[in-house]
């Protein structure tokens, strides 16, 4: 599994104040921590408190830059945020996130391909997010077109069916599972998948029991990669356990230990 560490994120208050003070320890510790704990990756996003992600998302790479060299997944809606943190990036990039309109596929698959970064491609469209399972599927199809015609890699390509809150859309998660499960039959090679994993408890009480179970099941669907928060160690127990039982590490009585030490 692919971890992308979620916390960097002006949703968090502590970067929210990081970000107004142009704090940059506060940052770099959580960056390190997050590494410390398993994290192949850092989503950076400002948040919806940023005033000015123009700035405030290259400051982001800059300051994470100066103590790892991780890949960042640049996270913005904006297609001239992403592009500002894309120039200010030495470390290798991850675009978080096109969506299914033709308008950004036409921006961000270029941009990707100039600055060879990957991209994270959202079911998502202008008439927002789908209901079902088979309108996922109708615009991962539409996102892969794209991506192949524009002789992007498909490997370089991560497919996200959008997680909703349990709360909000219960029936919706069966869904998202299954979608995990067939965009990677839609095309040979097949493209990644990722998931916002703490999308999947947001509002609800019994936060990390859904995020953790949620995990184990999308694992099984076959998840290639995940945004979460590796600060849970449950939750990184979990994951290394669930891909035990799927085959995918060697079995030893101190396979946890084993795991954390590669
Ligand atoms: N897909 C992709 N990118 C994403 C998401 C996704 N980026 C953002 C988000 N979803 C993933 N990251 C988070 C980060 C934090 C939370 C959820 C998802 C979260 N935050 C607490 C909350 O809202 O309750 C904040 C708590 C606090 O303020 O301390 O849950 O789906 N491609």
């Known amino acids: 599994m692919f971890i992308i560490g979620e916390l960097i994120n002006g949703m968090y208050s502590n970067i929210a104040f990081a970000l107004k003070e142009h704090d940059k320890k506060i940052v770099q510790a959580c960056a390190l921590e997050q590494i410390s704990n398993g994290a192949d990756a850092l989503d950076l996003s400002c948040g919806p408190a940023s005033k000015n992600p123009l700035v405030d998302l290259p400051w982001l790479v800059e300051t994470v830059q100066e103590v790892t060299d991780k890949p960042l997944c640049l996270d913005s809606s904006k297609p001239k945020v992403i592009e500002e943190g894309l120039k200010a990036a030495r470390n290798k990039t991850i675009i978080n996130s096109t969506t299914a309109d033709i308008e950004k596929l036409e921006i961000l698959i270029p941009l990707a391909k100039k600055y060879k970064s990957k991209l994270i491609g959202i079911t998502i469209s202008a008439q927002g997010i789908p209901q079902n399972k088979d309108q996922r599927l109708e615009l991962a199809a539409i996102i892969l077109t794209h991506a192949s015609e524009s002789g992007f890699s498909i490997q370089d390509l991560f497919l996200d069916p959008i997680v909703m809150p349990v709360n909000v859309a219960q029936g919706q998660i069966k869904d998202i599972l299954d979608a995990i499960h067939e965009f990677k039959m839609i095309t ?39 945004i979460l928060d590796p600060n849970d160690k449950e939750l990184i127990d979990i994951l290394i356990t669930a891909e035990l039982i799927l085959n995918k590490n060697i079995y030893c009585d101190s396979y946890l230990e084993a795991y954390r030490k590669k």
């Not at 998931?195 to 509002?203: A, C, F, K, T, W």
């Open 188 to 226: 040979n090679p097949s493209p990644k998948t990722i998931i916002g994993l703490s999308n999947v408890s947001q509002g609800a009480k019994s936060r990390s029991l859904i995020n953790r179970t949620f995990l184990t099941m999308a694992v099984a669907s076959g998840l290639d990669s995940a």
